[in-house]
């Protein structure tokens, strides 16, 4: 019953870097498992990166080594530093538990790599 709420993107050149934020109107420690999911126009929504409860980290093949997952208890709130990104990165970016299933989809927020 948590809502998550996405913020934080933007135009970015390639190689540059964004902080994207989730911020959840209740406590995440109520759910076991967040994550940040992104779809390109034409693809799948795939999950790049989630955290546990206990801060415990896992990536996609094509991100792992330029984005970190993190979490801020107290504030409710889950980030996704985003470096040397590339135009492929390119998408609507989500926030949501990991897995989904039933949960329902926010807006997301929109990140684009272009020069």
């Known amino acids: 019953q948590v809502q998550l709420v996405e913020s934080g993107g933007g135009l970015v050149q390639p190689g540059g870097s964004l902080r994207l934020s989730c911020a959840a109107s209740?406590?995440?420690?109520?759910?076991?498992?967040l994550g940040w999911y992104r779809q390109a126009p034409g693809k799948q929504r795939e999950l790049v990166a989630s955290?546990?409860?206990?801060?415990?980290?896992n990536y996609a093949v094509s991100v792992k080594g330029r984005f970190t997952i993190s979490r801020d208890n107290a504030k409710n709130t889950v980030y996704l530093r985003m470096n040397s990104l590339k135009p492929e990165d390119t998408a609507v970016y989500y926030c949501?538990?990991?897995?989904?299933?039933?949960?329902?989809w926010g807006q997301g927020t929109q990140v684009t790599v272009s020069s």
């Open positions: 209740g406590s995440i420690l109520s759910i076991a498992a």
């Open positions: 955290i546990t409860r206990g801060g415990l980290g």
């Open positions: 949501n538990k990991v897995p989904a299933l039933t949960a329902p």
